[in-house]
């Protein structure tokens, strides 16, 4: 009797651990279809997420300026939430916060034109009314645009680096995680 009920826990034990195995496996088999598109199904732009058409309208960064930051030329909006670390003179606050308001005007304006073409794009291909012209004209017209926020933004990185100590930058560098030895480069620019 003792064996019989052995053999049976051990079967419902291996059961279980096969059930789990096949009930695992078909979860991940749905997982890896389901489309990471899918939440952009309710943006108000299909093609954009909800985050990206926010970026856009409200004149954010959202990686396009990288490059600059990446290579110690520090960020408008950054220096700015920095200002006490780094210690910015009044006048260096003034005319980076000119500089800022300046990118973030802009940022915005092509932003705005972008989220508009982006909704004129998706919605064509939504009412199967799009052809290749169109869609060349369309998807240039926007890489222009997207070309043009991106030099906004890096124009903003280029323009505040001057007003800014090579201490300062290295401290940016310091605080913004970008020490090491890839951040070589605070020190080349010149102040």
């Known amino acids: 009797m003792h064996r019989k009920r052995t053999v049976i826990v051990s079967s419902l034990i291996v059961i279980s651990a096969a059930t789990l195995i096949v009930v695992n496996h078909i979860r991940n088999a749905l997982h890896l279809t389901q489309s990471p598109?899918?939440?952009?199904?309710?943006?108000?732009?299909r093609g954009l997420s909800a985050q990206e058409v926010d970026n856009l309208l409200n004149g954010r960064g959202a990686g396009y300026a990288r490059t600059a930051e990446l290579n110690s030329y520090p960020g408008p909006l950054h220096v700015l939430e920095l200002e006490e670390q780094l210690?910015?003179?009044?006048?260096?606050?003034?005319?980076?916060?000119?500089?800022?308001?300046?990118?973030?005007?802009q940022a915005k304006e092509i932003g705005k034109e972008i989220v508009e073409r982006e909704h004129v794009l998706s919605t064509a291909f939504s009412n199967g009314e799009i052809n290749s012209t169109d869609l060349e004209t369309q998807t240039q017209s926007?890489?222009?645009?997207?070309?043009?926020?991106?030099?906004?933004?890096?124009?903003?990185?280029?323009?505040?680096?001057?007003?800014l100590s090579v201490e300062q930058v290295a401290t940016y560098d310091r605080l913004r995680g970008y020490t090491g030895d890839h951040s070589s480069n605070a020190h080349q620019h010149s102040h």
């Open 87 to 105: 210690q910015l003179s009044p006048a260096q606050r003034q005319k980076i916060r000119a500089v800022f308001k300046k990118m973030n005007t």
């Open 37 to 45: 598109y899918v939440s952009q199904l309710s943006s108000t732009v």
């Open 142 to 163: 926007l890489a222009t645009l997207y070309g043009n926020l991106r030099a906004t933004h890096l124009e903003a990185h280029l323009e505040i680096t001057p007003l």
